[in-house]
């Protein structure tokens, strides 16, 4: 594509069939415990990463 | 959905419900825009009247670029179709187990910080000490309603945790030797103002804390402006050669060095370069969350400062890693390849779910910042929640509860915020904390461009 690069992102889509096991952390719980994002968690699904 | 931005010389285009994030031209930007409620005969007609003067902008260039929309509109990348809400109204039917809690282990502080919002650790309370007995049953308790999860997380918090540090240790030491018989695993976290680090506290936490979370705001008048002792003595020197000391020993293991901001320091990134020039390399810088009538408050004119302020931050960290000396910011962290699952982005923080505080006496709350606040009581560690009412209520305020929302774009990012901010600003926890979000979404598009930004420059063999 010319004009458009698409980087390489996990599919949300995709992610609802393999998704959901539980294993990853709490939001609130590292750094910040004033507000959370999900974003910065990390997925501990070994099989899906 | 789609979210499109121009931040640091790149056009950047977000499709909120697959995740997708591409980088554009600015025809393809423009085009973008218009895709949905433009026919095609009329975006030519207007990309060819705004780019006049441009030999690679044809007709038919507009129409393959088109094509291009289409094919990614097809592969699921691009105005990908919200199929996610269903799944959020089942949520009530969740299970209840608990992966998480937070040890009150100490509700006394031996500084005096002014923002804090634990009220100099006594959370609108008195002073009060964990027993080893009760964190012992919070352990259990944990553990008993933890299910399948095998990952705990257990934070050791306060007030001042090493306040109570013998506790502290003989809880480690507790949970450690079940471990093994209930197929568990801890993760601890200890999060401390510095003022009592010392030697054995390093060594220890580096055996057995997963994670160390170091109170400091940045330049030495900032932190001391707030975080002071009872005489009134700032605590910056009694504290930063502590922390410099344990985050030298953490080695590549995590520690975060976090501040807060407030209307008095609105040009943040000093501090936390200040911090980077300290040496510290976790870092973590949140805005203060207080009354709107206190003078340390955020403000609207602030606002403009504030984003320009993420910019800055976000550019000059990209400097440092091309530098080879890079920096990590908690909330530009964010893992676009390996990041979580649909699930875990519409389920919400968890907090009064699968994440609870307990207070020194044992009872639960849903989190570290609704103890105190009696409406909020879930239950205790003997008997365990009783509130289940408050839990249901805590299992539905997910990002599709609230109808804020909605057109958000930001909303698989957050995942609709904190309930305690919320709380605290609306009087309800499915509200929403508009301030809070308008910076959310400005520290997003920042992440999102850097990311962005390497994973180009690691294409052209920049790195
Ligand atoms: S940033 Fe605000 S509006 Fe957007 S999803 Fe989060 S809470 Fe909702
Ligand atoms: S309610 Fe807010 S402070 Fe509490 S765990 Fe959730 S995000 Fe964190």
């Known amino acids: 594509m010319k004009r458009i690069v698409t980087i390489e992102t996990r599919d949300l889509a995709k992610s609802a069939v393999n998704g959901g096991c539980g294993e990853c952390q709490t939001s609130c719980q590292s750094a910040c415990k004033t507000s959370c994002g999900v974003a910065n968690q990390l997925c501990e699904n070994r099989e899906e990463k | 959905m789609i979210h499109q931005y121009k931040l640091n010389g790149y056009n950047i285009v977000l499709d909120v419900y697959s995740g997708a994030v591409h980088v554009v031209d600015e025809v393809a930007y423009d085009i973008i825009g218009m895709y949905e409620n433009t026919p095609k005969d009329e975006i030519v007609t207007r990309i060819l009247n705004k780019y006049p003067d441009r030999t690679d902008v044809t007709e038919k260039d507009v129409l393959d670029c088109i094509d291009d929309i289409e094919a ?14 269903g799944m959020a109204f089942d949520f009530k039917r969740r299970s209840n187990d608990i992966k998480a809690l937070c040890l009150h282990v100490a509700h006394t502080c031996n500084l005096n910080c002014q923002y804090c919002f634990a009220s100099q650790g006594k959370y609108q309370g008195e002073r009060a000490i964990m027993s080893y007995e009760v964190g012992k049953q919070a352990i259990d308790f944990l553990v008993e309603h933890s299910g399948s999860h095998v990952n705990l997380e257990v934070d050791f918090f306060g007030g001042e945790p090493l306040m109570n540090w013998d506790t502290v240790k003989r809880l480690v030491e507790y949970a450690r030797s079940i471990e093994r018989e209930k197929n568990k ?48 003595n700032g605590s910056y020197d009694k504290v930063v050669p502590k922390f410099q000391k344990f985050a030298r020993a953490r080695g590549d293991r995590e520690y975060y060095i976090r501040g807060t901001y407030t209307h008095y320091n609105t040009d943040f990134t000093k501090d936390i370069f200040h911090m980077a020039d300290l040496g510290f390399t976790k870092l973590s810088m949140e805005p203060v969350v207080c009354s709107p009538d206190d003078p340390c408050a955020l403000t609207e004119e602030d606002l403009p ?61 849903p989190c570290h910042q609704f103890v105190g606040d009696e409406k909020y009581l879930m239950g205790n ?21 609230r109808r804020d929302c909605d057109d958000c774009w930001a909303k698989l990012y957050c995942s609709g915020g904190c309930p305690a901010n919320a709380y605290h600003a609306t009087g309800e926890i499915t509200g929403t904390y508009e301030y809070g979000c308008k910076l959310f979404r400005k520290r997003m598009e920042c992440a999102i461009m ?12 920049q790195s």
Not at chain 2, 72 to 85: H, I, P, R, S
Not at chain 2, 195 to 217: A, K, P, Q, T
Request: with cysteine.
């Open chain 2, 72 to 85: 990614l509109k097809a592969q699921g990348k691009l105005f990908t179709k919200d199929t996610y809400e």
């Open chain 2, 381 to 401: 560690v003997w008997e365990g929640v009783k509130n289940t009412d408050l839990r249901d209520k805590f299992k539905l305020c997910n990002v599709y509860a």
């Open chain 2, 305 to 365: 400062v504030l984003f320009e302020q993420y910019e800055i931050l976000a550019k000059d960290m990209l400097r440092r890693e091309r530098e080879g000396h890079p920096i990590t910011f908690y909330h530009y962290m964010i893992d676009l390849k390996h990041g979580p699952c649909i699930y875990k982005r519409i389920s919400g923080c968890g907090s009064g779910t699968e994440y609870m505080a307990v207070t020194p006496w044992g009872d639960l709350y």
């Open chain 2, 185 to 232: 695993h801890f993760r601890f976290t200890l999060t401390t103002n510095g003022v009592l680090v010392d030697d054995e506290v390093i060594d220890f936490s580096n055996r057995e804390m997963h994670n160390v979370v170091m109170s400091l705001d940045g330049r030495r008048e900032v932190h001391d402006r707030f975080r002071k002792d009872y005489a009134g």
């Open chain 2, 450 to 461: 850097m990311e962005a930004a390497k994973s180009l420059g690691a294409e052209n063999g």
